[in-house]
């Protein structure tokens, strides 16, 4: 049993003296281990960071077998980012959501391309919205998607400005005056298809949203929640006085 792939690192944990096994989300196997012999010497540490993109030969006895691969790097994207703290946090935090999350094996080829187009764009102007907008997809593809578009109590499409915990539906200004302490907040960028200022207030209250559902719906079977990698991110973001 062997095949050849495009894979982004999601992880490398060491495993005996040397080697690492390794989980990749590839284009056409979705998210699949395998051990790599040699991975933790020096000359091969840098290549299994999170994020980075490889050609990756895998092979084993049985299908469902570890297996182990041979890996050839193609673009380091962890090394894009060493001197921009936040988006190296992102992407640190993306690549932990997808190792928890994805079942294993099971393909993705929609999550792969739009996690490559994430990584690519980060510390663009603008990448902490597009950040935002990766998770709601994820929860999407996962079969967890918001519905945004419409009141969830009146079916108005104006003044949107809550999410149901319960439902995922928007609410109404009006709908939700009343409960609007049990409310999440439904930031102006995910509802409006034009630019605005963008905010710390924003992105946090965008960030509150996709990862209340992110624990509730994918995570929450796992012992720990949500990776501390995202939480390191969303905690870094809210003392950044740049923004």
Same mark, same amino acid.
């Given at each position: 049993?062997?095949?050849?792939?495009?894979?982004?690192?999601?992880?490398?944990?060491?495993?005996?003296?040397?080697?690492?096994?390794?989980?990749?989300?590839?284009?056409?196997?979705?998210?699949?281990?395998?051990?790599?012999?040699?991975?933790?010497?020096?000359?091969?540490?840098?290549?299994?960071?999170?994020?980075?993109?490889?050609?990756?030969?895998?092979?084993?006895?049985?299908?469902?077998?570890?297996?182990?691969?041979?890996?050839?790097?193609?673009?380091?994207?962890?090394?894009?980012?060493?001197?921009?703290?936040?988006?190296?946090?992102?992407?640190?935090?993306?690549?932990?959501?997808?190792?928890?999350?994805?079942?294993? !094996?099971?393909?993705? $080829?929609?999550?792969? #391309?739009? +996690?490559?187009?994430? &990584?690519? =764009?980060?510390?663009?102007?603008?990448?902490?919205?597009?950040?935002?907008?990766?998770?709601?997809?994820?929860?999407?593809?996962?079969?967890?998607?918001?519905?945004?578009?419409?009141?969830?109590?009146?079916?108005?499409?104006?003044?949107?400005?809550?999410?149901?915990?319960?439902?995922?539906?928007?609410?109404?200004?009006?709908?939700?005056?009343?409960?609007?302490?049990?409310?999440?907040?439904?930031?102006?960028?995910?509802?409006?298809?034009?630019?605005?200022?963008?905010?710390?207030?924003?992105?946090?209250?965008?960030?509150?949203?996709?990862?209340?559902?992110?624990?509730?719906?994918?995570?929450?079977?796992? !012992?720990?929640?949500? $990776?501390?990698?995202? #939480?390191? +991110?969303?905690?870094? &973001?809210? =003392?950044?006085?740049?923004?």
């Amino acid at each position: 049993m062997d095949w050849t792939d495009e894979g982004l690192v999601l992880s490398a944990r060491r495993h005996g003296e040397n080697s690492l096994i390794v989980n990749l989300l590839t284009r056409e196997q979705g998210r699949h281990a395998g051990l790599v012999r040699g991975g933790s010497s020096t000359r091969s540490r840098g290549i299994y960071q999170p994020g980075n993109l490889l050609r990756a030969h895998w092979r084993g006895r049985l299908a469902e077998h570890l297996g182990a691969y041979t890996c050839e790097l193609l673009h380091s994207h962890a090394a894009d980012y060493l001197h921009e703290p936040l988006p190296l946090m992102a992407l640190s935090a993306s690549t932990a959501i997808l190792d928890t999350a994805l079942p294993e !094996r099971a393909p993705f $080829p929609g999550l792969f #391309e739009k +996690l490559e187009t994430l &990584i690519g =764009g980060l510390g663009q102007p603008g990448w902490e919205l597009q950040y935002i907008r990766w998770e709601l997809d994820l929860l999407s593809e996962l079969g967890f998607g918001l519905d945004l578009t419409e009141c969830a109590a009146t079916g108005s499409q104006e003044n949107l400005v809550y999410v149901s915990p319960r439902t995922g539906r928007a609410v109404s200004a009006e709908a939700g005056k009343d409960y609007h302490d049990r409310l999440l907040a439904l930031p102006e960028f995910l509802r409006e298809d034009r630019a605005i200022d963008i905010s710390r207030t924003v992105i946090c209250d965008g960030l509150a949203l996709t990862g209340y559902f992110l624990g509730r719906h994918v995570m929450g079977d796992t !012992r720990h929640g949500l $990776p501390a990698a995202r #939480e390191r +991110l969303v905690e870094s &973001i809210r =003392g950044d006085r740049s923004l």
